[in-house]
């Protein structure tokens, strides 16, 4: 596709996660083109590389995107800041009619996981693409739920402390609510629960997370199997290192020796253990940092299926 026949995006958010979503854009971008590059500091590295690579760029937030000479072109715009800032930045995109992709926990928006629910939501003004532990475990705790009823799922997921800039610590609050929300609408999980670690291991470790789902004790092990193989290689479509560690592990437990969830919530039923793993692509970040690389490898997915679907409407 013509550079010009392409739809324009704007990143707000000239940090690690915007500048590697814009490279990924210039790279992989098959429907998108980037228009502007949004950022409040003059000195970031991410608005000097837009300016090396000729995308046009602002120091000057929301309101320096609004008045730059292209404006009325973006189609997209991703917001890569902070969940406190992303509630002004809505209200301002919706304003002017630009659709928002939101890379912050604010989840102002429908939360939204390409290979889960994006379909549903391609013409909804603002979507959330909720936490990178969202976007890594959602699509098995879906897996499972459209197999077999999942009465739990908890996630954990262990990054590389060095890839947990100011803006995740700043979330952590925000990033296990709004995963433990999402793990239930949108993942089928009829209860949910997020953790986060900061691993301080050196060298750095890569992004590992750990879906736990119980269901029902007489559940289909081969079909539950199959749908969580099926889903990694869906979401491995656009994150290239996103990969299951070991076979799926399956425990029953019986009325008699039921799994404890906590103290007074003891079950029967078919405990799922998956074990995952997520390599960076390492277009900006280091291979490591795959938390971050799925965040920006989900959004791009979300956003060429939008720009798709505007050129079929």
Do not use: W
Not at 58 to 67: D, H, N, R, V
Not at 286 to 305: K, V
Request: a negative charge.
């Amino acid at each position: 596709m013509k550079d010009h026949d392409k739809l324009a995006v704007a990143i707000i958010g000239s940090g690690n996660i915007g500048t590697d979503l814009m490279i990924k854009v210039m790279r992989e971008g098959q429907h998108l083109k980037m228009g502007a590059m949004v950022g409040i500091d003059p000195a970031s590295d991410g608005l000097a590389r837009a300016n090396r690579l000729g995308v046009p760029t602002t120091a000057q937030g929301i309101e320096g995107l609004l008045a730059m000479p292209n404006f009325a072109d973006i189609g997209i715009a991703f917001d890569a800041t902070s969940a406190g800032a992303h509630a002004h930045h809505a209200e301002v995109l919706a304003r002017h009619g630009v659709q928002t992709i939101d890379l912050t926990p604010a989840a102002i928006g429908p939360f939204v996981v390409p290979v889960v629910n994006l379909f549903e939501q391609l013409d909804t003004p603002n979507i959330n693409m909720v936490t990178c532990g969202g976007q890594a475990t959602i699509p098995i705790v879906h897996a499972v739920s459209r197999v077999a009823p999942v009465q739990y799922a908890e996630i954990v997921a262990s990054i590389a402390s060095h890839s947990a800039g100011p803006g995740t610590r700043a979330n952590i609050d925000e990033f296990t609510e709004t995963t433990a929300r999402a793990i239930e609408s949108v993942g089928g999980a009829a209860r949910g629960k997020a953790i986060i670690v900061l691993n301080p291991a050196e060298p750095p470790v890569m992004m590992r997370d750990t879906v736990y789902c119980l269901t029902d004790e007489n559940a289909d092990t081969q079909a539950i199997e199959r749908s969580i193989q099926a889903m990694a290689a869906a979401v491995a479509s656009y994150v290239p290192g996103y990969r299951l560690k070991q076979a799926v592990q399956f425990d029953r437990y019986t009325a008699a020796h039921p799994l404890a969830l906590h103290t007074h919530d003891k079950r029967a039923g078919l405990k799922v253990s998956v074990f995952l793993e997520v390599e960076g692509a390492a277009h900006y970040l280091p291979a490591y940092a795959g938390n971050l690389d799925i965040m920006t490898s989900a959004a791009l997915a979300a956003a060429e299926q939008i720009a798709v679907s505007r050129v079929s409407a």
